[in-house]
DNA sequence: ATCACTGCTGGGAGCGCTCCCACGCGCTCT
DNA sequence: AGAGCGCGTGGGAGCGCTCCCAGCAGTGAT
């Protein structure tokens, strides 16, 4: 890591500087840096010979400049940073977001965008094109974030899809699978009877898990029955009231699966104080495989997303992108972008 | 937010054309942008209408090129992403850190420094003087980060002095004062015989917490009696260890101050077994104020340190810092920076 | 021997900004 | 009336790159 001062006093040395040392033109420097395989062995040797002599480092704003990419890209987090921290959801995405970067020039950059402030300051800092993409997370349905970003051109990948029809390039679990695959089991255990608190409904990944869970009713031949599904919002209070109208609707419900952890550990509460044992009375299976989960009693079955591997695809999947799209030109309307989808997988445990 | 696409189709507009629309020199423009005072409220008022009119944005690649700053800080942490999410610690910082951000252009940059690919990826970051000044939080005594920032001649802040005479700016809590004032709580409660779990000695911070402990019973009169200190490790474990050495040593201490409310939660664990109650046989003060605490039985009085406001006085540090040492050069041998030292709060709770 | 044609190479022309020098104007002070 | 000053201003000269075009050899086909 030696930084030999020269020239203008401690300035770090330039492309120029590089070129003279090694006795070529700055454009053969510039291509050996950016990997051109159009240089002869011998030019590529004396160059990068002379690139850890002078401890040569580009100088990423005057690339930024020139190339008009920023080599960044930004992590949208439509949260508060307390919830951001609060949510392992987020840390995992992190994580996978960071393992796709690893072998990467790109960088990372995190940007909350919990209050007006902070968004209008990411409005900003998006038309200023300073990230090349950007990753979309938990948005909710009704937000204009999304939209913004496609609008300016920017290529975008959102984690959970807003609706069947995102235009965006979208990365999700299988919510569906996930829900049919808790009530398939439910089913297996003996279970008929069993009740649904959704999420909300007006999440599409909630969506897709209620109708998961009524697909594996008509395939094991068990007849719907309206009344054994109650609308929840991922709360635990909303877990709570929705027990409790189930209950009292129909007292003789054997299983629930509830579209959330949370949401589960509500419902787990009601039943406790209604004298229903778990898993002997009534079987409970939650989703999201959260640390709640984990150390509830008893331990809670749950569904398991792929979060930390979502977040790398997305990434993926974003570099590709950016890569392709090199001029800066919205997506021609219509062209709709892939929409990838990660299995999910059921976490057994003593509640079920 | 308007953005008319202008010229070389739909590139953003530039000052050029800024200047252009107003009817003045593309100087007049940036002075008013930077808001240089030495405009005309005219020539100013114009400029904004046309700033406005076109939606302009600054381009901060040209700029950073030009200027020779990059209008970002990184708040580097030396652990890894999982570490990062499990300390509170972190959370209340990046806070502090944000809010003094707040109003102000800067950008921050969060980059993990866990191991050793991401920590030469940070040296090539940091060579390439891609931020303007550094945030270095919970570095450890012997980490060459600091040092290798200095050498760079990136302007620098850390949280916690590695020691005594730390040559970088740093900000930390009254390490000496919380101990003290922990100590002194125990005392003024009628207790005498008051034992002492330390952190790690090399740490900085944890040394001078120990002497807190000592001024405190210099001042009460109490006289020193090695026998009722015990070295630990901030760790459970090492809480227990000491606990289990200082109770055979001397089975008649009546209160202990640990160096952290993990260690502390230690001491508790051996204390309960050996059948001590908390607060009546052996009252229990921690450090930290964390969750631990307020979630122990009984609840810890504890330490509290102002880590937030911590992280918004080191970032206001650091943009000084980077305001006035405009041309970059390295801070002249023997300049000790300011050490700024933020008061500690005691809180009490049931176990003392 | 002439003419592509291919494989490497050098360097001009910018990218959009900041910095700074020089200029013009209206004053005040001789 | 002329010199001197300061304020506001315009615009040249870069910042360090990438992009691209032209040029130069060497090669095989005509």
């Known amino acids: 890591m030696a930084v030999h001062g020269r020239g203008r006093g401690g300035g770090r040395p330039t492309l120029e500087e590089v070129a003279a040392r090694a006795g070529v033109g700055r454009g053969t420097v510039s291509r050996v840096i950016n990997g051109s395989p159009s240089v002869s062995d011998a030019t590529r040797a004396a160059v990068e010979a002379a690139v850890a002599e002078l401890g040569y480092v580009p100088n990423t704003a005057a690339r930024a400049l020139a190339a008009n990419r920023t080599d960044a890209i930004a992590l ?12 392992p959801y987020f840390s995992e995405m992190l994580r996978g977001v960071g393992a796709a970067l690893a072998d990467t020039e790109m960088q990372l950059l995190l940007i909350f965008a919990g209050n007006d402030r ?4 990411l409005a900003q800092y998006l038309a200023a094109h300073r990230v090349d993409g950007v990753l979309l997370v938990s948005v909710h349905a009704d937000d204009p974030l999304p939209d913004m ?6 290529p975008a990948v959102i984690s959970g899809p807003r609706s069947a029809d995102e235009p965006l390039a979208s990365v999700d ?3 569906h699978g996930g829900g049919r695959s808790a009530t398939a089991h439910l089913i297996a255990q003996g279970r008929r009877r069993i009740a649904h608190i959704t999420g ?5 990944g909630a969506l897709r898990r209620t109708e998961g869970y009524r697909s594996a009713l008509v395939e094991a031949g068990i007849e719907e029955d309206e009344g054994l599904v109650e609308p929840g919002d991922f709360s635990e209070e909303g877990g709570r009231r929705a027990m409790a109208a189930l209950l009292e609707r129909r007292p003789d419900l054997d299983a629930v699966f509830a579209a959330s952890d949370v949401t589960a550990a509500g419902a787990r509460q009601v039943l406790r104080e209604a004298g229903r044992s778990i898993p002997d009375d ?3 299976v939650g989703y ?15 569904v398991r997303q792929p979060i930390t591997e979502m977040g790398r695809v997305m990434t993926d999947l974003l570099l590709e992108e950016t890569a392709t799209r090199e001029p800066r030109r919205r997506t021609p309307a219509g062209v709709r972008r892939p929409q990838t989808v990660l299995p999910t997988q059921l976490v057994r445990r003593q509640s079920s």
């Open 76 to 87: 949208v987090v439509p949260e508060s940073e307390t919830r951001f921290f609060a949510e």
């Open 118 to 121: 902070e968004r209008q300051r």
């Open 149 to 154: 970003v496609a609008e300016l051109g920017i």
């Open 173 to 175: 679990s299988d919510n």
């Open 200 to 204: 909300r409904l007006d999440v599409w």
């Open 282 to 284: 009534v079987a409970l």
């Open 288 to 302: 999201d495989d959260s640390a709640i989960a984990r150390h509830m009693d008893p331990p809670l079955t749950s």
